[in-house]
């Protein structure tokens, strides 16, 4: 039996936050998936697992829900908080509005670690830093073993402790990108084992490498910190969450026929009202969000059943929620319940617990959109300048906002080669008229943290405090000369370029207190590559000469000087002294015959 | 050089071989003359005199004419050039290029390395010293009795390495053997293996004993009456109590035997059941570490049960015994739990048994059983092996589980570890059968029952003597000799690598470690001598750490594989233009000196 159901009730909408509130319990596991329909025909799919281990087994390494490997990392290395991110893509902010979980659960492009160490100075951190990379490395197969101190930064105003910590504790909090990794399925597998059901029932079945590094955006984050409730029993959280952007259309391909073909002329969408428009031409329409899709086609799989382990009881039963117009029909799977939420747009599904579940959106016409937010900030990062021995940086912020400034801290590590000249730094600012105008950096800047490169030791880490006016955009500019590497430190395919990670923005917003964040894009940096045979041919061409001078030399220094007949008569006399005064008369012959004929 | 050039312009312009054949001499020479001159602005003065340009114009008359002989100025000359050339390369040169290619590499006492891999730097030898307590006897009684053991002990002792020693207890004055007894505390004295009382009991036929389980304690009961008397040569006590000692320590005897001979045989007298055994358990037992590693795993195919009452069964069933364990290595127990645990694509699947009623492994199959590309049980981090012990309850649709063979529900993994199938009781719902979702600490005693005894196995200690102290012993004395051996033979290793590899750089660091080794084998040899297991145990293991440590030293294997290849191809575009003009300088200065020297030598004849 399948459930259809028809109603408008437009709400006020509201967006569900499923972690707002903490529930400390000494050994539970929550896993919940919302999917939200947006604008451009895609799909955003949020997938939350959350766990807690009690403080005390957590120490004696009884381990349940938190995955023995991860947990040992953690003690061996003394992380009491760590943040591990794993993205691809581009969240196309304008299209599709403000990040997932206000951008706190992603990273930059690649992989992206922060954690808090417990050590008692700067080096032994920096020590247990390399120990937990190089075993996270090992365990999410990701190159997190090349954050080295060339990648490594102490971020001061960026970053806070999500988790509680006791007072004791000398945290030091290191932080690490990687913004060439191609994140792919040998990091998906192991982030699946790590959860207790293991992607073999529950929400976490729907994942598949295929169709995650297939979307246009995902991002993996594992977080773990401790939580403390306020009578003082702490529990150690791990979060993993899973958040993807997939295109509907392309997803719903069949496996067996991947590859895109063209739309038959007949299927293509066109808008009829253009004077233009016949039989062989079209004006295309823009992607519209009453598509038919349903969780089978776009994920490839079947959702199997709950994870037995979820927690059923209390508020977060529903494992499956859906934003989508209350008008719009749904079918779901016998034995799920519906429940709608009275904002309108949302409804929850709770499924029966070993039987598959499959929700299936029909093709309708709507008349009311899911409300989406503007984002508060847009911010875009670019390299600028041509030639190979500098550069500049130009980074843009736009407030969309018409009534309030807003404030931010903009965090960026650059690498060693890329030396920035901080005194270049100028700041544009262009209000909705369009006129731009020059001002002092220091209008705009009210803070600076830099943190100065060191050659092959440290990159440059720079923390401005920014306040951009209302409606208005923000240009900063800085130049930059770019270094010469050594000719052992170019990688195997250097002209493609050196990545540059992803800045870090950080919104502090007063009125949510939970900060947002926003990452720019990698960047690639083109350096001057040399010709890699150079050593060769430096080594032939010193060699010739020095044994051209050197021989020259030694020849005048030890051969007596005689005329050519004294010669001949001392060269007579030997084998030798005749062959060669042979050779040159036959020689001379030959010219002598041509000096005639001239 | 030079010459070549001026050779070259002359014989362009007229060879003096040419000369006579062209038709008007005159002419020619006029010619000749004028270009000749011509030449000779432009190069430039780099030819001879100017009485060689006036002599042109007869050249006929001069055309073969000798050089005058070199000045000796000259030749003493040219000699200092090339003198000073090969100085510079000889002294200079060839240094710096020893010095800035040589490796370096640290001396090591070869000879001592070698002898401790062949076993002749040390002999092991396990004096055991066993008191003989005998409160109820007379001084004089007890020390004949003990000297008429001791005698039979020897008697039936045929492994020389191991032997028993008795002592008569808190009496230092009639101490049997040239051990010196000092304080107790100083630590210089021998370790009690045994302590042996002997009390006696009315009504006995003959003497009986009782092994204490958790203590180094054996009690012989023995009728008064047997009590020997100091003449007779031999009594049914002393018999007795000798035979008593060689059961005890017979398995161990045979262990040593069989690890100092080298895995081959082992004693005559060991019946094969026993050699079997004992190879068999030496196969098995992990390698000794300092830390070991405890994880245990509770892994099911579904999704129940999902919880065990861990923390209890690991204080009641493992911690005693970890506790007993600590004075040979460290442990750390840690445990995790599993759901959703598939057995491997290729792994045979359990067959339903109609006999048995139950689902069958068969045991050529009990290898694949442990799904390790899938199943989390990577190593703990941090030094030490890890012991993995895996519990686990198989779906209700395959249970109960078994192995076909023998009906058995667990078995070792050699060097690994254990399993244990754990078959619960199923509770039935009205449509299917499930696990229970928590496995209560008695459901699990069994299983950790087995544990215990396999993680014993798997440290390597043996099977007899009853009592848990006395085995530990053993396995102090069996750890202290296979670390001894393996330390020595690493030394043996070592000591043939460096000579067989000339080319691979031996760091200080290394020779320091030897150095370590070589001292701590050998304290550990002297401290076996004298019965000082533990302390024996301590050196050896240091030896073996500082063994390993030097063996597998990261920078001597980095240049192993520089291939000569390289070298020349390197030093051959330098060498080669540099290096002709050199040697043939050289030659014929020395064709020179030694045609001055017979001329010399004719001159003077």
């Not at chain 1, 509130?21 to 939350?48: K, R």
């Not at chain 1, 300048?385 to 906002?401: A, D, K, T």
């Not at chain 2, 002592?167 to 505390?185: F, R």
Request: proline share 7%; with cysteine.
């Amino acid at each position: 039996m399948t459930v259809l159901s028809l109603l408008s009730l437009p709400l006020v909408a509201l967006l569900l936050s499923f972690c707002s509130s903490t529930v400390v319990a000494s050994s539970d596991y929550h896993e919940n998936l919302l999917l939200h329909p947006l604008p451009q025909s895609a799909l955003l799919a949020s997938f939350n697992f959350r766990s807690n281990t009690s403080q005390e087994s957590f120490d004696q390494q009884h381990f349940r829900y938190l995955p023995r490997a991860l947990g040992q990392i953690l003690q061996h290395a003394q992380t009491k908080e760590l943040h591990l991110r794993f993205t691809t893509g581009r969240w196309d902010a304008e299209s599709w509005g403000p990040r997932p979980w206000n951008g706190s659960k992603e990273g930059g492009t690649g992989v992206e670690l922060w954690a808090w160490i417990d050590a008692p100075n700067d080096d032994e951190a920096f020590a247990k830093w390399i120990t937990l990379t190089q075993s996270l490395s090992g365990l999410f197969c990701a190159s997190l073993n090349f954050v080295d101190s060339t990648r490594t930064t102490r971020p001061v105003v960026s970053f806070e402790p999500f988790g509680d910590h006791s007072e004791v504790d000398q945290l030091h909090l290191l932080h690490g990108t990687l913004p060439g990794e191609v994140v792919c399925t040998e990091n998906l597998t192991p982030f699946l084992k790590l959860l207790p059901c293991k992607g073999k029932a529950g929400i976490s079945s729907l994942l598949d490498g295929h169709k995650l590094f297939d979307a246009a955006w995902q991002s993996m984050s594992v977080d773990i910190q401790p939580v403390c409730s306020p009578e003082g029993d702490c529990v150690v959280q791990i979060e993993q969450t899973v958040d993807m952007v997939l295109d509907i259309d392309r997803s719903k391909r069949s496996r067996s026929n991947p590859i895109p073909r063209p739309v038959p002329n007949d299927e293509l969408v066109c808008d009829t009202s253009k004077p233009y428009h016949s039989g062989d031409t079209c004006y295309p329409l823009g992607k519209t969000n009453d598509k038919a899709w349903s969780l089978g086609q776009v994920f490839g799989r079947n959702l199997d059943g709950i994870c037995p382990l979820a927690d059923t009881e209390g508020s977060h039963e529903e494992s499956v929620c859906l934003q989508v117009p209350h008008e719009r029909g749904v079918y779901i799977s016998q034995g799920a319940q519906e429940i709608k939420k009275d904002d309108g747009f949302t409804r929850c599904f709770k499924l029966a617990p070993s039987t598959p579940f499959d929700l299936s959106i029909p093709q309708q016409t709507v008349n009311v959109e899911v409300p989406l937010d503007e984002p508060v900030l847009h911010a875009e990062r670019t390299i600028v300048g041509n030639g190979q021995e500098r550069g500049g940086m130009r980074i843009i912020f736009s407030n969309p906002s018409n009534a309030s400034a807003v404030d931010f801290i903009y965090f960026e590590t650059l690498p060693w080669f890329l030396r920035p000249y901080i005194h270049t730094l100028r700041a544009t600012i262009t209000g909705r008229d369009g006129v731009s105008r020059e001002l002092p950096a220091s209008k705009i800047v009210k803070e600076t943290y830099y943190r100065p490169a060191i050659d092959r030791e440290r990159g440059t880490q720079l923390e401005l405090s920014l306040s951009v006016p209302a409606a208005s955009t923000v240009t900063l500019t800085y130049d930059f000369e770019k270094a010469i590497l050594r000719y052992t430190e170019y990688p195997p395919d250097a002209n493609r370029g050196f990545n540059v990670a992803p800045a870090v923005i950080r919104i502090v917003d007063n009125v949510h207190h939970a900060p947002i964040y926003i990452r720019s894009t990698s960047l690639l940096l083109q350096l001057p590559v040399p010709d890699f045979s150079m050593p060769y041919n430096v080594i032939i061409l010193t060699s010739t000469v020095i044994a051209l001078a050197f021989g020259t030399i030694f020849n005048i220094l030890i051969r007596r000087v005689v005329s050519l007949d004294q010669a001949s008569a001392l060269g007579a006399t030997t084998l030798k002294g005749r062959i060669v005064s042979k050779v040159v008369a036959i020689q001379d012959r030959f010219r002598g015959k041509a000096t005639k004929v001239e | 050089m030079y010459s070549r050039v001026s050779m070259r312009a002359w014989s362009l312009t007229s060879p003096p071989g040419n000369f006579p054949h062209i038709s008007n001499p005159r002419q020619d020479t006029l010619l000749w003359s004028t270009k000749h001159v011509l030449i000779m602005t432009t190069k430039t003065g780099d030819q001879g005199p100017p009485q060689d340009l006036a002599s042109h114009a007869d050249i006929k008359s001069s055309a073969k004419s000798a050089p005058p002989p070199e000045t000796p100025a000259a030749v003493q000359t040219r000699f200092r050039v090339i003198a000073a050339f090969w100085a510079v390369i000889i002294f200079l040169g060839f240094p710096i290029w020893w010095k800035t290619t040589s490796i370096y590499r640290a001396s090591l006492p070869i000879e001592e390395m070698v002898d401790w891999a062949d076993g002749k730097a040390c002999r092991p030898v396990f004096p055991l010293d066993i008191h003989l307590a005998a409160p109820s006897m007379q001084l004089a009684e007890a020390q004949h009795l003990l000297r008429t053991t001791q005698h039979t002990l020897d008697d039936l002792n045929e492994f020389a390495a191991h032997h028993l020693r008795l002592k008569l207890a808190n009496d230092s004055t009639t101490s049997y053997g040239e051990s010196d007894l000092g304080t107790d505390v100083s630590g210089e004295v021998a370790d009690t293996a045994l302590t042996v009382r002997l009390l006696p009991q009315e009504d006995l036929v003959g003497p009986r004993s009782e092994l204490h389980a958790a203590a180094t304690q054996l009690d012989v009961f023995y009728p008064p009456n047997q009590v020997p008397a100091p003449s007779s040569s031999n009594s049914p006590i002393s018999k007795f109590i000798a035979e008593e000692l060689q059961g005890l320590y017979g398995e161990e005897k045979a262990t040593i035997a069989h690890i100092l001979s080298g895995h081959t045989a082992g004693l005559a007298s060991t019946s094969p059941q026993l050699a079997e055994d004992i190879s068999r358990r030496l196969r098995r037992s992990m390698k000794y570490a300092e830390t070991y590693h405890l994880s245990f795993s509770l892994f099911t195919p579904g999704s129940m049960p999902s919880s065990w009452d861990i923390e209890a069964a690991v204080k009641e069933y493992v911690s005693p015994l970890l506790k007993a364990l600590s004075p040979i290595s460290d442990f750390t127990v840690d445990t995790q739990v599993q759901l959703y645990a598939n057995f491997a694509p290729t792994a045979p699947k359990p067959e339903f048994d109609e006999a048995e009623a139950a689902w069958t492994l068969r045991k050529e199959d009990l290898s694949a059983f442990v799904n390790a590309a899938e199943w989390p049980l990577n190593p703990s981090i941090g030094s030490g092996p890890t012991i993995n012990f895996i519990l686990y309850v198989p779906e209700p649709s395959q249970s109960p589980l078994i192995v076909k063979e023998n009906r058995a529900s667990s078995w070792i993994v050699p060097q690994w570890g254990g399993v244990f199938l754990l078959n619960p009781t199923l509770s039935t719902d009205k449509t299917s059968e499930s696990n229970p979702a928590h496995l209560s600490r008695d459901a699990l005693g069994p299983a950790f029952m087995t544990f215990s005894h396999q993680l014993l196995t798997l440290l390597g200690t043996p099977s007899t003597p009853a009592s848990l102290p006395l085995r530990l012993q053993t396995s102090i004395r069996i750890r202290a000799a296979t670390l001894l051996l393996s330390a020595s033979s690493t030394m043996g290793s070592l000591a043939r690598l460096t000579e067989s590899l000339p080319s691979i750089p031996i760091p200080a660091t290394v020779a320091t470690s030897v150095s370590t080794t070589i001292s701590h084998l050998g304290s550990t040899c002297s401290n076996l001598r004298e019965g000082r297991f533990g302390a024996a145990l301590a050196s050896a293991r240091v030896a073996e750490t500082e063994a390993e440590r030097s063996f597998f030293e990261k920078s001597m294997v980095g240049q192993v594989y520089f291939p000569d290849e390289h070298k020349v191809a390197v030093y051959l575009p330098l060498l080669g233009p540099i290096g002709v003009p050199l040697v043939v300088g050289l030659l014929k200065e020395v064709k020179r000196i030694i045609a001055g020297r017979k001329a010399k030598r004719a001159a003077a004849s």
